[in-house]
């Protein structure tokens, strides 16, 4: 079994291939480089355009990324564009992954060290070019280094594992979006609401918890 995509869904760095051994599209700048060349831009732009002219009613853009490497940067360049070309609310969910590669030429405090600049940069982008953003990991620290795994109630699970780490981030963004999913939502529960909701203060970043419900 593997995922189905639709091929205006998918977009190729050219520049960068991914290595199991060492993650070299490592740096925010890197990532904003790439969007520079102009064929990503232009190929991102097309088809995100595409997309939206099939849909009746867009209520705004729900972003994942990594944002401890280059992704980091080229996302904040995606933002940039879809705020400026669409002025719908941007949910962002900026993830820390459990399982981070050492980076070009770099030792591990090194690699800890571009790891943190990254996301710093990418925390100020979010700020300026999102409605809100929540960071999502699976971890208990992700600033420097990262910590050991969070425990969960009745799950077990392998922090280094992808597939694990994942799903229960699934969990989470399944529960939480369900309120602007719904098939004939009310304009408070809009993308849009939902934002204003959670941004009462003024304030782009949130926190998230995710745990167990029990009802006697």
Not at 117 to 131: D, G, K, M, P
């Amino acid at each position: 079994m593997y995922s189905r995509y639709h091929p205006k869904s998918i977009n190729l760095i050219r520049e960068f291939e991914h290595s199991s051994t060492e993650n070299k599209f490592d740096t925010f700048t890197n990532g904003q480089l790439v969007w520079k060349q102009g064929y990503f831009e232009e190929e991102y732009s097309d088809n995100i355009r595409q997309y939206l002219e099939e849909c009746n009613n867009c209520q705004g853009f729900q972003v994942i990324f990594d944002c401890t490497d280059g992704f980091s940067g080229l996302t904040s360049k995606c933002l940039e564009m879809l705020e400026d070309e669409y002025h719908k609310s941007i949910f962002a969910i900026p993830l820390i992954s459990p399982k981070v590669l050492n980076f070009l030429n770099s030792d591990g405090p090194m690699s800890d060290s571009i790891k943190t600049v990254n996301i710093a940069l990418s925390y100020c982008n979010l700020i300026e070019h999102s409605s809100i953003f929540i960071p999502l990991s699976t971890m208990a620290r992700g600033w420097r280094t990262i910590g050991n795994k969070r425990e969960f109630p009745d799950i077990l699970y392998d922090e280094n594992n992808l597939y694990h780490t994942s799903a229960i981030l699934a969990t989470y963004l399944d529960t939480i979006s369900l309120r602007y999913r719904i098939r004939n939502p009310t304009q408070s529960n809009y993308l849009s609401g939902f934002c204003t909701d959670i941004n009462n203060y003024g304030r782009k970043l949130a926190g998230a918890a995710l745990g167990k419900l029990l009802i006697a």
